[in-house]
């Protein structure tokens, strides 16, 4: 019974490390994410159709003075960095120079709409 006990606490202790996710998506400046998404015809019911979301990513690549950060999934989904993540793409941004699009892989944990970043690299 203590065996099963002390498993049992161990487990609990655990499973928030098991929590951390990859995702996997296109780095862009998240006050011009934001405002393209928020700028729809409030009239039109196909607003998921008729967003180019290349375009929109190609139009907010981050640049050296972007200061927070969204990652773009491609099925469209998006998820804003915490203030750790946005230090931490800085620097990748930085270390990138002048792309077309930055694509990343993020591991992190999604707490209170925002992606909590452990971890960010570019991918090749």
């Known amino acids: 019974m203590r065996l099963v006990a002390r498993l049992a606490f161990f487990l609990c202790l655990v499973s928030p490390a098991g929590l951390a996710q990859v995702r996997s998506g296109f780095l862009v400046d998240s006050k ?11 009239t039109d019911t196909m607003t998921a159709v008729d967003r180019d979301r290349g375009w ?3 139009y907010c690549i981050p640049k050296a003075k972007t200061k927070t950060f969204t990652v773009v999934e491609e099925s469209g989904q998006s998820f804003r960095l915490d203030p750790a993540g946005d230090a931490k793409a800085i620097e990748l941004v930085r270390k990138a120079g002048k792309k077309k699009y930055l694509e990343v892989d993020v591991t992190g944990e999604i707490s209170d709409g925002r992606l909590k970043v452990a971890y960010i690299s570019a991918v090749e």
């Open 32 to 42: 011009c994410y934001e405002a393209l998404e928020r700028n729809v015809n409030p």
């Open 56 to 58: 929109e990513i190609r």
